[in-house]
DNA sequence: AAGTGGTCTAGACCACGGA
DNA sequence: CCGTGGTCTAGACCACTTC
């Protein structure tokens, strides 16, 4: 196989894109079409040089970008692997409600109750559904040691998960769980956070009074192919834990 | 000059660490002993090879990686410079409460006071001060189209800004002035996240019933050799804003 | 036209992990 | 031991900016 060349005459702008981009869009549409699945090995560097006709040292750019962008997972000596969801959590923190002075650190989940619902509004504009589009709703309650953290609304679309109508359970690690039933990896995520006071349900699962200001996290998560397959609501009280960002210029 | 082999015996581990690490490390500390300033043009790429002893491809190596991390700029045809503040505020969106619906705006800055206060707790232990050090704190307010967002406290050490101690009222773009002022330039921040009944003093100034929820951003800025050096606390109530992140994994 | 960074190649050698 | 990715080099050519 072959990369186009350099010139193309498809949109307005000639698009001109170096080599290394055109491998890395292949290699990417490879995972997308599910070619290559999370924990899978990838050829080494000079097969995939020859396949797509260019330098060993091309293909390296290119696996090295899409290492740091999370899709890769590289380890000397052994190979090239398309990224699990177990390696994505180690970098950055899943959960983005802590203690306070305190690094993330492992909370235990209990469940409270899940079912399957229309899509209200904000998801059909959020998930990019309709109001005929089912979804299933989970609830439960984080927790570090003994100690109630937040309460978690997630809603996940039948739409791309239909087998989630079934009552069965989800497994406490639903992120693992996407990505072993569906191949569905988080990409990005986009957290908004708002204060709000404590509602009836919300006050009594994390006990607190009503009325008590909380921070809600909006989170959407999407997938490499930027369609957002998850929308969470986190309520949490902010006198013991707190919601945390740290970034780098 | 040249640079070390590749073991040194000074730790317990001897360190391996590769040319382009290193000469990336050199690279920092020259900007760290203001030998290159922000906006300042480094060598080309030849001549930096030729004085650390290494090829050029290796200088690319590190200069890109110092690049990605937000330390320099590179233009093609142009040269390579040290990032400087207005550089990075396009990437990061620096102010992070943005309006529901949209992404970060230009923000109005109307000054409320300054003023030189002793530091109290949260100030020493996040800056690293004793009680004996003095901090500049800024009180303003953010505002969208006549809408007013936020209100900022923004707490400043004189232990590095000692000339602030005297009375004359900084410019809006605070960061900017830190860097052509003093060489200091963000290169990482935390944000802390939190719900707190609107107080007195910033009801007033936001224009909401006291004990309306806010949320409380504590955002504390570091520059390149991991000082911190700025505590800031933003409030905003969030029925128009919220506090925005989003993040590729 | 001169000088810069950007892309691409080809090849050498090293470090690590597993059989 | 072999095969993998990691480092490093040297050199060619391209694209962009400035003069």
Redesign the pocket.
């Known amino acids: 196989m072959s990369l186009s060349s ?1 010139s193309s005459s498809k949109g307005k702008q000639p698009v ?1 894109m ?4 055109q491998v890395e869009e292949q290699i990417k549409s490879r995972i997308l079409n599910k070619e290559w699945k999370p924990g899978d090995v ?1 050829p ?3 097969s995939l040089a020859d396949e797509f006709g ?5 293909v ?1 750019k290119s696996l ?1 970008a899409l290492t740091m962008q999370g899709t890769l997972i ?7 692997f398309v990224a699990e969801q177990s390696d994505k959590q180690e970098n950055t923190s899943q959960f983005p409600i802590v203690r306070n002075g305190r690094r993330p650190e492992k909370t235990e989940i209990a469940f409270i109750r899940q079912t399957v619902k229309f899509a209200g509004l904000a998801l059909q504009t959020q998930l990019k559904l309709d109001s005929s589009d089912k979804v299933l709703e989970i609830v439960r309650k984080r927790i570090f040691r003994q100690q109630i953290c937040a309460v978690e609304y997630i809603y996940l679309p039948l739409k791309y998960f239909p087998e989630l109508s079934n009552n069965a359970k989800l497994p406490d690690d639903i992120h693992q769980f996407l990505q072993t039933q569906y191949s569905m990896t988080i990409h990005n995520l986009v957290d908004e956070v708002r204060a709000t006071p404590s509602n009836q349900d919300v006050s009594q699962w994390l006990g607190v009074k009503p009325n008590t200001p909380l921070i809600e996290v909006t989170r959407i998560c999407s997938s490499l192919d930027e369609t957002p397959f998850e929308y969470r609501l986190i309520y949490s009280q902010t006198d013991n834990f707190h919601y945390r960002h740290e970034g780098t210029y």
Chains 1, 2 share one sequence.
Do not use: D
């Not at 590289?74 to 090239?80: D, E, H, Y």
């Open positions: 350099n001109f170096p080599l290394y981009k990838l080494n560097e000079f260019v330098s060993q040292g091309t390296r090295n590289r380890r000397q000596g052994v190979g090239t």
